[in-house]
């Protein structure tokens, strides 16, 4: 009789297991996706948005634009900026700002989003070029504020550390160029 109890709690314990293995298996991949679908999205909408504000900076700065051109691009970096609103919603610092406008513009403006409205307002001007400093530097802050959220560093490692896929490490340009060609190795 001992030995009936022993191997039934031993057969529920295995089934227990597997199942927690199991399930732990299938939440992880699940979170796995949905972080890297995440991560592919964000970057379709900040490769469009990024090539928007240097296509305005270069023609804004080279004063080889249209009107219909700058109506043409303006317009589309306002539609990133709304696409951009669900990536990066609103923020309620619970002091009701705002709750008189509809759901998705109450609280006040991401940081992220800041950087597209005011490089907008920029190239909206008839003297924008003289802006081009400024507009190139929230550009960078937009890049970096993604570069951050993203962590390329760390996505970079794990794909070392799971496919076969290698990439070089903390090379420069001018270490690179003294280095023999054909003894060049990739690592991790």
């Known amino acids: 009789m001992v030995d009936i109890i022993t191997n039934i709690i031993a057969a529920l314990a295995l089934f227990v297991a597997l199942i927690s293995f199991a399930y732990t298996w299938i939440t992880n991949t699940k979170k796995y996706e949905l972080t890297d679908q995440f991560r592919n999205n964000l970057l379709g909408w900040y490769e469009e948005t990024t090539s928007i504000l240097i296509h305005l900076k270069l023609v804004t700065e080279f004063n ?3 009107d219909t051109e700058k109506c043409e691009m303006l317009s589309k ?4 900026i709304e696409l951009g609103r669900f990536y990066f919603p609103n923020i309620d610092k619970g002091d009701s700002f705002g ?4 759901s998705a513009y109450q609280g006040y403006r ?3 989003l800041e950087f597209l409205v005011f490089s907008y307002n920029i190239y909206l001007r008839e003297d924008a070029n003289r802006y081009i400093g400024h507009a190139t530097e929230l550009q960078r802050h937009f890049t970096s504020y993604i570069y951050e959220l993203l962590n390329p560093q760390k996505y970079n490692k794990d794909v070392c550390k799971y496919t076969t896929v290698t990439f070089n490490k903390d090379i420069v340009l001018e270490e690179f160029l003294k280095q ?3 003894n060049y190795i990739f690592y991790c």
């Open 64 to 66: 080889c634009i249209n």
């Open 77 to 80: 970096l306002s539609t990133q």
């Open 180 to 182: 023999d060609p054909l």
């Open 99 to 102: 709750e008189d406008k509809p």
């Open 110 to 112: 991401h940081i992220a």
